[in-house]
């Protein structure tokens, strides 16, 4: 068996869309969390990679970006679900979907988790619980995280020009709902990258309030139970180097 390795930090949408797909395939691997502040645990890089996670050993061979992952899963893993459908018009539906989750879902998610005072406290205790910190640099997270989330906040709502972050994220699931329609998954009655990687990026935000908020939507709720059906393969080990 080829040893897989997912280089991760464990809020991250992008490494959740990586485990999405590495579990839907039926892929065993292990998980190396890295340090979100001084990157430490990152493998060595190809040059010109940014330092940023996720990253993926497969056997020795480092790929990195999750779009790029995920698309290079069907040809190195060809069992499970399929991520990339045959047919041109389902292919672009589902490359449009997982476009969506990188350019607007990943931007508007955290606005409804660190977006007021409360939100942001409670997050910072999460990102210090599960992230690879040291006992200062958890500390230093716990104690000012919050303030820090929260002016992070501020800026994406301003760069997205939006004001309510609830009414932003409602309308993109709106948006996703209606890819969704009456099907199965975004594609018909298969599920394929669009699927993972918004399943992927919406697993991220299950310590959150707004994830039981969103769960209470019927269509999204079925749809999420479907595909966590899917994820049978979880990771064999974690290590915080």
Same mark, same amino acid.
């Given at each position: 068996?080829t040893p897989?390795?997912?280089?991760? @930090?464990? &809020? ?5 869309k /990586?485990r999405?797909?590495?579990?839907a395939? #039926?892929?065993?691997?292990r998980t /190396?969390e890295v340090?979100p502040?001084?990157k430490?645990?990152l493998p060595?890089? *190809?040059e ?7 990253v &993926?050993?497969?056997g020795? +061979?480092v790929?990195?970006?999750s !779009? ?7 040809q ?11 047919s ?5 539906? !589902? +490359? ?10 990943? @931007?508007?998610?955290p606005?409804?988790?660190?977006g !007021?005072?409360k939100e942001a406290f409670? =997050?910072? $205790?999460v990102?210090?619980?599960t992230?690879n @910190? #040291?006992?200062? $640099?958890?500390l ?6 919050s303030l820090?989330?929260?002016q992070v906040?501020?800026?994406i ?5 939006e !004001?309510?972050?609830?009414?932003w994220v409602a309308?993109e699931i709106d948006?996703?709902? =209606?890819?969704?329609g009456? $099907? ?7 599920p ?5 990687a918004t399943? #992927?990026a919406?697993s991220?935000i299950?310590?959150f *309030?707004i994830? =039981? +908020?969103?769960?209470k %939507?019927?269509?999204?709720a079925?749809w999420f139970e479907?595909?966590?059906a899917? %994820? =049978? ?9």
């Amino acid at each position: 068996m080829t040893p897989v390795t997912l280089y991760q @930090f464990a &809020l991250c949408p992008y490494c959740h869309k /990586v485990r999405a797909g590495l579990e839907a395939k #039926g892929i065993v691997y292990r998980t /190396v969390e890295v340090n979100p502040m001084n990157k430490r645990g990152l493998p060595p890089l *190809p040059e010109g990679a940014p330092r940023k996670v996720p990253v &993926l050993d497969w056997g020795g +061979e480092v790929i990195f970006d999750s !779009t790029v992952i995920l698309k290079a899963l069907d040809q190195k893993a060809p069992g499970g679900v399929r991520l990339l459908p045959e047919s041109a018009a389902a292919l672009a539906r !589902t +490359e449009e979907v997982e476009d969506w989750v990188d350019d607007a879902l990943t @931007f508007a998610l955290p606005t409804v988790i660190y977006g !007021t005072w409360k939100e942001a406290f409670n =997050a910072a $205790q999460v990102t210090a619980r599960t992230s690879n @910190f #040291g006992p200062v $640099q958890n500390l230093m997270v716990r104690a000012g995280g919050s303030l820090i989330m929260h002016q992070v906040v501020k800026r994406i709502l301003k760069k997205h020009n939006e !004001t309510d972050a609830h009414a932003w994220v409602a309308r993109e699931i709106d948006r996703f709902e =209606a890819w969704l329609g009456e $099907q199965p998954f975004v594609c018909g009655a298969s599920p394929s990258l669009g699927d993972i990687a918004t399943h #992927g990026a919406l697993s991220c935000i299950a310590d959150f *309030p707004i994830y =039981a +908020e969103l769960m209470k %939507r019927p269509r999204l709720a079925a749809w999420f139970e479907r595909v966590r059906a899917l %994820r =049978a393969i979880p990771a064999i080990e974690m290590h915080r180097d």
